[in-house]
């Protein structure tokens, strides 16, 4: 019997199912479940009540899930200060995926947030920018939903070592799926040429982690891939996963 079934026959039963309850048991369930099968159980057991985050440095993880969800809600935050490069992709995954984009934008245009905040605000105080253009907005747009994927890895940094294939986004009272928490670089470089997913082009100008146009740079050979994000500011996370 698989977990799905369990917990569609507890859910028949209760009527209902508490979400920490599905994290506990799916996490030890699907820890060395393929990322195909992660998303497999997250579409079965959560329907139209699933939705996947993409920054559109690279169109893996979309072109993973609409091939078990077609037509899923890929929520894309647009800060108002990313890359041409990066609304180019996004606009390329409009055409290419059968996925429902949809633009979150926080509550203030960027002259807004400098008219209120004053300029440069990413310079001054990087960790509200990113709560007020990235995590605030992220949370508003999370509302209708049960359960989210993510395309985090543990190999990313540090602060993501211990990331699971299911876990409960306490921050959010909802559950957060991250199918390919066990990739490598390898892993996904291998799957992205197999299978012709469309990348950032940035990624070919030495940016290995693309995030916001003003808090990215360039990185050198030998450099940790996320060395480019906020550089010299002492940050490593924007604050949507922790």
């Known amino acids: 019997m698989s977990l799905v079934d369990i917990e569609v026959g507890l859910r028949q039963q209760s009527g ?7 994290v506990e048991s799916a996490a030890r369930f699907l820890e060395d479940a393929s990322a ?3 998303i497999r159980w997250a579409a079965a057991t959560f329907g139209d009540r699933l939705c996947l985050t993409s920054s559109m440095s690279d169109a893996l993880l979309i072109d993973l899930v609409s091939r078990v969800k077609p037509g899923i809600d890929v929520l894309f935050i647009d800060t108002g200060y990313h890359f041409a490069e990066t609304i180019g992709t996004r606009d390329a995954v409009r055409q290419v995926y059968d996925v429902n984009v949809i633009d979150v934008k926080p509550s ?3 002259a807004e947030q400098e ?3 004053g300029p440069r605000l990413f310079g001054r105080n990087p960790d509200l920018c990113c709560y007020l253009r990235k995590v605030e907005p992220l949370n508003r747009a999370l509302e209708p939903y049960l359960a989210w994927i993510s395309g985090i890895r543990r190999d990313e940094a540090s602060t993501r070592a211990g990331v699971k294939a299911v876990e409960w986004d306490a921050k959010r009272q909802m ?3 991250n199918p390919i928490a066990r ?3 390898e892993d996904v470089d291998n799957y992205m040429a197999d299978n012709g997913v469309l990348i950032n082009p940035l990624h070919y100008d030495n940016y290995p982690s693309i995030g916001c146009a003003p808090c990215t740079r360039q990185v050198a050979p030998g450099e940790d891939p996320r060395s480019g994000r906020w550089a010299g500011m002492g940050k490593t996370e924007c604050g949507l996963h922790l």
């Open 108 to 110: 203030r245009t960027v």
């Open 175 to 177: 559950v957060k799926i």
């Open 16 to 22: 209902t199912l508490d979400l920490q309850d599905i």
């Open 115 to 117: 008219r209120d905040l």
């Open 36 to 38: 195909l099968e992660i």
């Open 183 to 185: 990739w490598t670089q």
